[in-house]
């Protein structure tokens, strides 16, 4: 009977280069034990991979705005089909708020902290969920690239998060939407340019200032609009992309690989609480 030859060489979990499995520090970037199965265990593997991740951004936020929409309609409170295209979809207030909808009156009347988490993945109407994925498709890779993987999860996440208590303190009833968390990302790269600076950063920073100005100024047109999420999502995002680094001065490490990890361990959580919260509403109803 043959034995099947052991693998020799596998892909660094951290910087993706090929290496010998049995080496103690990946040559490359540094990272210690780069064979341990902890470090390459299908999930871990799977938030290195840039399509992966979008892919499931993206797929989270559609899921979430679907069953908005199919508990709004269970609880007989409709969905908004409307001459507005601003409200056309928009599943119910009601909905939103035992979904995960954030804000003064969530949090503080209804005790729903996990809001500040879940509010990120919610949308309002059609329009709404289509322009922050667009945004969020158009700005993702830019800061993937200069960022890594990781800390564009943490970027997203944790400015999102924030962009949300920055809106509970500012005393903001009841709001919804990843646009704070797309902010964090116009926040880093704001950072990123005006970190690095030369010809390049100085390009970069000034097309995101431009964003930013079109950002204040479409929150000052359009009605509804959370700008204090805004605002606080940009500020965020530049703070964590001066916490994170970027590659160009710091490979990503075990620290963002973990803290990514548990942003979507938090985050899965979050969002299943919002659903059971959500359901068993319909079940006392």
């Known amino acids: 009977m043959t034995r099947k030859p052991s693998r020799t060489s596998l892909l660094c979990p951290n910087c993706r280069r090929l290496i010998s499995n049995d080496e103690p520090l990946c040559p490359y970037c540094g990272i210690r034990k780069p064979g341990s199965g902890l470090k390459n265990n299908?999930?871990?593997?799977?938030?290195?991979?840039?399509?992966?991740?979008?892919?499931?951004?993206?797929?989270?936020?559609?899921?979430m705005y679907i069953v908005s929409l199919a508990v709004s309609m269970v609880r007989g409170e409709g969905i908004g089909i409307t001459g507005n295209p601003l409200s056309l979809?928009?599943?119910?207030?009601?909905?939103?708020?035992?979904?995960?909808?954030?804000?003064?009156?969530?949090?503080?009347?209804?005790?729903?902290?996990?809001?500040?988490?879940?509010?990120?993945?919610?949308?309002?109407?059609v329009l709404h969920i289509v322009f922050n994925m667009l945004a969020f498709r158009n700005l993702a890779p830019f800061v993937m690239r200069e960022f890594g993987t990781y800390r564009l999860v943490i970027i997203f996440i944790l400015g999102g998060v924030a962009s949300y208590l920055v809106s509970f303190l500012a005393g903001v009833t009841f709001t919804i939407g990843a646009s704070g968390?797309?902010?964090?990302?116009?926040?880093?790269?704001?950072?990123?340019?005006?970190?690095r600076g030369g010809a390049y950063g100085n390009a970069v920073y000034r097309q995101v200032s431009g964003w930013v100005v079109s950002i204040a100024l479409?929150?000052?047109?359009?009605?509804g609009i959370n700008n204090w999420a805004h605002g606080?999502?940009?500020?965020?995002?530049?703070?964590?992309?001066?916490?994170l680094g970027y590659l160009e001065r710091k490979r990503e490490s075990q620290r963002d690989k973990f803290l990514a990890l548990l942003c979507g361990v938090v985050t899965a959580a979050s969002l299943l609480l919002a659903v059971f919260t959500a359901a068993t509403t319909i079940h006392i109803r």
């Open 42 to 63: 299908a999930m871990v593997r799977g938030m290195s991979d840039p399509d992966l991740i979008f892919k499931v951004i993206i797929g989270v936020n559609v899921v």
């Open 89 to 125: 979809f928009s599943p119910s207030n009601e909905a939103m708020l035992f979904l995960g909808a954030s804000g003064v009156y969530p949090i503080k009347v209804a005790g729903h902290w996990w809001s500040l988490v879940a509010a990120n993945w919610l949308h309002g109407s």
């Open 181 to 195: 968390a797309v902010c964090a990302l116009v926040g880093a790269a704001l950072y990123f340019g005006k970190s």
């Open 218 to 223: 479409f929150g000052f047109v359009v009605p």
């Open 232 to 243: 606080g999502g940009i500020i965020a995002g530049a703070g964590l992309a001066w916490a």
